[in-house]
């Protein structure tokens, strides 16, 4: 299983872009890279998911270089809901559960 | 209507006691899973059921024992429970064991004093 290293913690302020990278260095050619969302005392959701190049929803927008080593999930204008933990994941759909790492504890502002 | 509910929502209880957290899904999911979040949040997985058959068993204390009586439901019964055992456990399920987004419950946090 690929290790994903991403930062424990950002800041951020309301209306301001977040991008939040995350390393996958030894992805296998049929990992997927998908991106989870905590709220305190909820479970986590899914947000997004891609394999190479780019992937936008109505949430995010996921950047795969070409070399797959590293993503970065990108939340436009953020708001103070959008305070959460992130989980970078990669995942291999031949039938493993979700492994989460230690996520992202982003923090947003007034 | 709740995707994947889980009752209780919050369980206290004494050391050496038996316990049962209900799982349901009404997503018409194939897979169910459980997984433990502890006091500094790391979440791991515990147990995974496809179409009612165990299909991941991490390494688990034997206390911890998963019931699936139909694929709607994924049970976690615990015996003996110890001062460790109190974390938030999740209940989650997924399309099927191929697909990759899980839906997740509120959690289940137990506290044992």
């Known amino acids: 299983l690929a290790k994903t290293t991403q930062p424990i913690s950002m800041d951020s302020y309301e209306g301001q872009e977040v991008n939040i990278t995350c390393s996958h260095n030894?992805?296998?050619?049929?990992?997927?890279i998908t991106w989870y969302q905590q709220f305190p005392s909820q479970g986590p959701r899914f947000i997004i998911q891609g394999y190479k190049t780019k992937v936008t929803n109505e949430v995010a927008s996921l950047f795969i270089p070409a070399d797959r080593k590293s993503s970065t999930l990108s939340l436009p204008r953020v708001s103070l809901s959008d305070t959460a933990v992130y989980y970078c994941?990669?995942?291999?759909?031949?039938?493993?559960?979700?492994?989460f790492g230690k996520g992202t504890t982003l923090s947003v502002s007034s | 209507d709740t995707a994947v509910s889980q009752t209780p929502k919050y369980l206290v209880t004494q050391m050496g006691n038996d316990k049962s957290i209900k799982c349901e899904q009404n997503l018409g999911h194939d897979t169910m899973y459980w997984y433990k979040q502890d006091s500094k949040k790391f979440l791991k997985i515990m147990f995974s059921?496809?179409?009612?058959?165990?299909?991941i068993n991490e390494t688990v204390p034997n206390r911890f024992s998963p019931k699936s009586p139909d694929k709607a439901h994924l049970n976690l019964h615990i015996n003996s429970l110890e001062l460790g055992d109190s974390a938030v456990y999740f209940c989650?399920?997924?399309?099927?064991?191929?697909?990759?987004?899980?839906?997740f419950g509120q959690g289940t946090r137990l506290t044992v004093v």
């Open positions: 994941l990669v995942v291999n759909q031949a039938g493993t559960a979700l492994i």
């Open positions: 989650a399920s997924s399309q099927n064991d191929r697909n990759t987004e899980a839906f």
């Open positions: 030894n992805i296998a050619t049929n990992d997927y």
């Open positions: 059921y496809n179409n009612k058959e165990l299909i």
